[in-house]
């Protein structure tokens, strides 16, 4: 079992130093958000919005993931049910997506 | 000679058509601004159509009345664009190497990317206010509804003018209230938005209008598809929302050749520096207004303020000097919010809108975040105003965000 001691969150429940981060946190956090099993498709997210927050020092917006990854909003929400852009960057580490202005 | 080309003859793409005539040598340079329209657009007026305030002429007029002497106007649509050869092909057939190039082609509503928005009802109980014909054609449904529910819906954002939907919002309220009938229709608001607004303080205020009207919000709301069959609108999370009138902001994006010629993110929004308004792929060109994917608002006020580091920093760069002039994000909206009042935020990168009073000389102050007649007033004599600006003649608003007359608490 991986210990969430020393990993830093905020109140809203995001991580706030994406360097702590795992896969093995991941797994933790995903069965927090409800999803029991990472699956192949599951990781093909989270490791594209590990790639691109780190680049960009943002997390990605819902259609920045569906372009990038060519899945469908449909799936996305069926794989991250209710709010997937939200739920994929407190899974992968990373911090809240920003609303648009 | 030389070319300056600019894509766009709308809001941006005029003003900056003229400040090039004037600041270049137009011996050496030629300016040419190329549009698929021939009729230039007010668009914040769009709002005001579907209730009956404002016509076709008060909001329609021809884009060569605004084009500054010395510019060639060229209307045709854009096929596309090759930034490496710098070249521009029209779909006329003609095309144009420019040595400095100016995208301004705006933002445009996409419904076709929702299913069965645009193939199903569209037209009949399903409308738009964001293009001239999409308001005409809502004016006579709002006239001759009876009560129901009315949805207001934003599908995904950003949106161009992003309090529009809650000016649109607070006009019905107000129009059926004055019609007699306001306790028989619903309105609710769907936005992906946690709330109001973007900015807190702005949504908490905003927010507390929008309860007080009685206008119920759905919030968090991520639109999935339309069924037409039921009249139902269902997000992804599937929850339903039936309507008998809906009035949809679909998806807005870019011009679709950016993206094709690479210098786009996924929106189509030309990647620029926020601050230069520089391409971040190619020196020598430049995005103004919803064209460009910086994170400010998609407004008119947004591309006065930008217009004067625009062409400081075009200048600069044409005579090898380093680019001196820092765009701030600055932002400044009168809200329509029913029954002749209006509030106005301002606003830019860093600060949020915060309450307090707008020092304007002559004539403010006006009141932020507070409803009152004379900001209702400010917001219609600006339809003035815009034209002015349109013909060249230049409005006394500082372009520096300010925290003059300002409440930061």
């Not at chain 2, 070319?3 to 941006?12: D, E, H, P, W």
């Not at chain 2, 490496?84 to 705006?106: F, M, P, S």
């Not at chain 2, 109001?196 to 507390?208: Q, S």
């Amino acid at each position: 079992m991986t210990d969430l001691a020393n990993i830093k969150f905020n109140a809203e429940g995001f991580m706030t130093d994406p360097n702590q981060w795992t896969k093995e946190i991941a797994e933790v956090l995903a069965k927090q958000e409800g999803i029991e099993t990472l699956t192949a498709d599951h990781w093909k997210i989270i490791d594209f919005c590990r790639a691109t927050g780190l680049a960009t020092g943002k997390s990605p917006t819902l259609r920045q993931i569906t372009v990038g990854t060519g899945i469908s909003t449909k799936d996305l929400f069926a794989l991250f049910p209710k709010g997937p852009a939200k739920k994929v960057a407190k899974i992968a580490g990373l911090g809240k997506p920003e609303g648009c202005v | 000679m030389k070319t300056f080309l600019i894509l766009g003859a709308g809001t941006a793409g005029t003003m900056m058509a003229r400040e090039m005539a004037h600041a270049l040598d137009l011996n050496q340079w030629k300016v040419i601004v190329v549009d698929k329209e021939e009729q230039h657009y007010y668009q914040p007026g769009f709002l005001f159509i579907p209730f009956g305030y404002y016509k076709r002429e008060d909001v329609v007029k021809p884009i060569r009345s605004f084009i500054a002497k010395g510019v060639e106007y060229v209307v045709s649509n854009i096929e596309a664009l090759e930034p490496a050869d710098n070249k521009v092909t029209l779909a006329n057939g003609r095309v144009i190497q420019y040595d400095y190039l100016v995208v301004a082609t705006g933002t445009d509503i996409h419904p076709e990317e929702t299913e069965g928005l645009k193939d199903g009802g569209w037209g009949e109980n399903i409308f738009d206010f964001y293009t001239y014909d999409g308001a005409a054609a809502l004016a006579p449904a709002i006239s001759r509804f009876q009560g129901g529910r009315l949805l207001v819906n934003v599908v995904e954002n950003p949106i161009k003018c992003p309090v529009a939907p809650l000016e649109f919002l607070f006009l019905a309220d107000a129009y059926f209230t004055r019609k007699g009938i306001r306790n028989k229709v619903e309105i609710t608001y769907a936005t992906p938005l946690p709330g109001a607004f973007t900015k807190p303080v702005a949504a908490a205020a905003l927010g507390k209008i929008l309860d007080e009207k009685h206008i119920h919000v759905e919030a968090e709301y991520n639109t999935g598809w339309v069924d037409p069959s039921r009249n139902v609108l269902v997000s992804y999370d599937e929850r339903e929302l039936p309507y008998d009138l809906m009035v949809s902001i679909p998806l807005n994006k870019g011009a679709a050749f950016l993206g094709a010629a690479g210098i786009a993110d996924e929106l189509n929004y030309v990647k620029v520096d926020k601050h230069t308004l520089q391409s971040t792929e190619y020196p020598n060109i430049w995005a103004l207004g919803d064209a460009a994917n910086i994170p400010a608002s998609k407004a008119g006020a947004v591309i006065h303020f930008q217009m004067g580091t625009a062409v400081k920093n075009i200048l600069a760069h044409m005579a090898g000097k380093p680019m001196p002039d820092a765009f701030d994000g600055h932002a400044l909206c009168y809200i329509e919010t029913g029954f002749d009042k209006a509030t106005l935020i301002d606003f830019d990168y860093t600060h949020e809108p915060f309450p307090g009073k707008y020092p304007l000389p002559g004539v403010g102050p006006f009141d932020l975040l507070g409803q009152t007649t004379l900001n209702h007033w400010g917001k219609l004599a600006f339809r003035y105003i815009y034209f002015l600006m349109m013909r060249g003649i230049e409005v006394p608003l500082p372009n520096k965000f300010s925290m003059a007359g300002k409440r930061a608490a």
